[in-house]
């Protein structure tokens, strides 16, 4: 089915997306105040790699809501009420809620899964690592390996709108114009080529990979299903 995405009749602001803004906002506000009281937020919700000292399950949820810097949280947020409203709209709010997190989970998994075979092929049989100023033990290097931001469960709403409405446009950079399944692929692509080819750039391409493969899985079942709309 070819469908156009008409605003007509939505919700601006629906719930979930409101509150995802309200919490996420909160959230960079706590982590800029406690850190000046010595408390790190982002240490402590961050995801951890699961063989450091520092990992907890918990951050498996927790670290899609937690931000390095002020882009990082306003360009998230921006595409999290720009294609998660449409969405919430269609949906529903539990609908919605479920999709999000699942994809968030899945981009945390591909993640750790990620550095794992890092961890193995690469780091496992040094016990120090050099980091220019100073020696590190490993062990405390591996509490390096931390990632933060909503971008996963972001990359599988982008995915979600691309797949749903194809030939709606999204302008890019607010000017060019370009369908949406087309900006899909072409960030799916981007991000495969960067997490493959780019190195120390900090930014985790295949979280967002992980991101889009749960929500690719979940949109094949429900459309298979007839639930997608």
Not at 19 to 48: C, E, K, P, Q, Y
Not at 184 to 202: K, P, R, W
Request: glycine share 10%; proline share 3%; hydrophobic share 50%.
């Amino acid at each position: 089915m070819d469908n156009q995405y008409s605003p007509s009749g939505f919700s601006f602001l629906p719930i979930v997306v409101k509150n995802l803004l309200i919490i996420n906002g909160i959230m960079f506000l706590a982590d800029i105040v406690l850190t000046r009281f010595g408390i790190d937020l982002n240490s402590m919700l961050g995801l951890h790699f699961f063989l450091a000292s520092g990992f907890r399950p918990y951050q498996l949820l927790t670290y899609m809501f937690m931000h390095g810097n002020f882009s990082h949280l306003f360009f998230n947020m921006f595409a999290l009420w720009m294609f998660g409203n449409v969405l919430e709209n269609i949906w529903g709010a539990k609908r919605f809620l479920m999709y999000y997190i699942i994809c968030g989970l899945g981009a945390a998994v591909m993640q750790e899964g990620v550095q794992y075979i890092e961890y193995v092929t690469q780091l496992s049989h040094y016990q120090n690592v050099n980091m220019g100023s100073t020696i590190i033990p490993m062990s405390e290097y591996l509490n390096y390996m931390t990632t933060v931001g909503a971008s996963g469960a972001i990359y599988g709403l982008l995915l979600a709108f691309g797949m749903m409405f194809p030939n709606s446009l999204i302008y890019l950079y607010f000017v060019m114009p370009i369908k949406a399944k087309w900006f899909v692929i072409g960030y799916a692509v981007i991000e495969l080529l960067t997490g493959v080819f780019s190195s120390g750039d900090q930014v985790a391409h295949f979280a967002h990979l992980g991101g889009m493969l749960v929500g690719l899985i979940i949109i094949l079942i429900w459309k298979k299903k007839g639930r997608l709309y």
